[in-house]
């Protein structure tokens, strides 16, 4: 399997409070993360669980956590809680 189509297989899921604790964690930590969050996201829908993703960015050992939804697109908004900090869209 290529790199491209492993990645967009979930890694793994957490609950909403572990996905709530690791994005304020790691919107508390950057300032300018949490307002880039703001502005392109809107609030995700209740549920139980979400799932997470492997970074793809090349050395980075980071998870992705859902954010919210992208605005505008048909996509989960994540970021990634390694060394990248990088935003994606799932």
Same mark, same amino acid.
């Given at each position: 399997?290529?790199?491209?189509?492993?990645?967009?297989?979930?890694?793994?899921?957490?609950?909403?409070?572990?996905?709530?604790?690791?994005?304020?964690?790691?919107?508390?930590?950057?300032?300018?993360?949490?307002?880039?969050?703001?502005?392109?996201?809107?609030?995700?829908?209740?549920?139980?669980?979400?799932?997470?993703?492997?970074?793809?960015?090349?050395?980075?050992?980071?998870?992705? $956590?859902?954010?919210?939804?992208?605005?505008?697109? $048909?996509?989960?908004?994540?970021?990634?809680?390694?060394?990248?900090?990088?935003?994606?869209?799932?």
């Amino acid at each position: 399997m290529t790199s491209n189509v492993g990645q967009s297989y979930p890694y793994s899921s957490e609950t909403e409070a572990e996905r709530s604790a690791a994005i304020a964690g790691l919107t508390g930590a950057k300032e300018d993360l949490a307002t880039k969050v703001a502005a392109e996201t809107t609030p995700l829908d209740a549920r139980d669980r979400w799932w997470t993703w492997k970074c793809p960015t090349s050395g980075c050992r980071g998870i992705l $956590h859902a954010a919210g939804y992208a605005r505008d697109l $048909h996509a989960v908004y994540v970021v990634c809680d390694g060394t990248c900090g990088k935003t994606f869209l799932r």
